[in-house]
T-cell receptor, first 110, second 114 residues
Framework: ELKVEQNPLFLSMQEGKNYTIYCNYS?????LYWYRQDPGKSLESLFV?????AVKQEGRLMASLDTKARLSTLHITAAVHDLSATYFC??????????FGTGTSLTVIP | DTEVTQTPKHLVMGMTNKKSLKCEQH?????MYWYKQKAKKPPELMFV???????INESVPSRFSPECPNSSLLNLHLHALQPEDSALYLC?????????????FGPGTRLTVT
């Protein structure tokens, strides 16, 4: 059974600080996606990582993928309050079945 | 148009009711999905339609019945639900299946079963 685990589950950080969210998965895949979800809202696509070593950056967020380690990271630089949300990684191993991680609830404190 | 729409936004139904959720996309996508998301949990895949045919059913109880009338529309028919079925139901679409396509999610329908 595929497992997708995120660490930490809850993260409270001060504005201006840096932090990294980790996504570990238990089977071979070179396709990983990061989504953001605000309370009561749908999922917003952040990054699509399609190969080993892929790195993508958008604003204060940067995502990377290491398929050999079965690990993806989402790095937050100089956090601002607007980044407060729940972040999910998702692994796709068959081309149409997304397995979502446990989620990381991020709160950025002024 | 890069949008997936869902109606209704909110639905309250009794355990003996029959209701339907609707999902629509006009991106020319040929794969559509239903997910269920409980509070503070990740989305869980329920059904996958590929080229209007059901390709994956993740052991979902028969009180949930999906239907894909055409390539733009996806319905989820609900009957005799239980209170534990209360959740956010998300629809998604992608260009296809079998290759790794990004999924685009709709805003969801928040369902409450009383």
């Amino acid at each position: 059974e595929l497992k997708v685990e995120q660490n930490p589950l809850f993260l409270s950080m001060q504005e201006g600080k840096n932090y990294t969210i980790y996504c570990n998965y238990s089977t071979t895949s070179d396709r990983l996606y990061w989504y953001r979800q605000d309370p009561g809202k749908s999922l917003e696509s952040l990054f699509v990582l399609l190969s080993n070593g892929a790195v993508k950056q958008e604003g204060r967020l940067m995502a990377s993928l290491d398929t050999k380690a079965r690990l993806s990271t989402l790095h937050i630089t100089a956090a601002v309050h607007d980044l407060s949300a729940t972040y999910f990684c998702a692994v796709d191993i068959t081309g149409n079945q997304f397995y979502f991680g446990t989620g990381t609830s991020l709160t950025v404190i002024p | 148009d890069t949008e997936v729409t869902q109606t209704p936004k909110h639905l309250v139904m009794g355990m003996t009711n029959k209701k339907s959720l609707k999902c629509e996309q006009h991106m020319g996508h040929r794969a559509m999905y239903w997910y269920k998301q409980k509070a503070k949990k990740p989305p869980e895949l329920m059904f996958v339609y590929s080229y209007e045919k059901l390709s994956i059913n993740e052991s979902v109880p028969s009180r949930f019945s999906p239907e894909c009338p055409n390539s733009s529309l996806l319905n989820l028919h609900l009957h005799a639900l239980q209170p534990e079925d209360s959740a956010l139901y998300l629809c998604a679409s992608s260009q296809g299946t079998g290759v790794f396509y990004e999924q685009y999610f709709g805003p969801g329908t928040r369902l409450t079963v009383t």
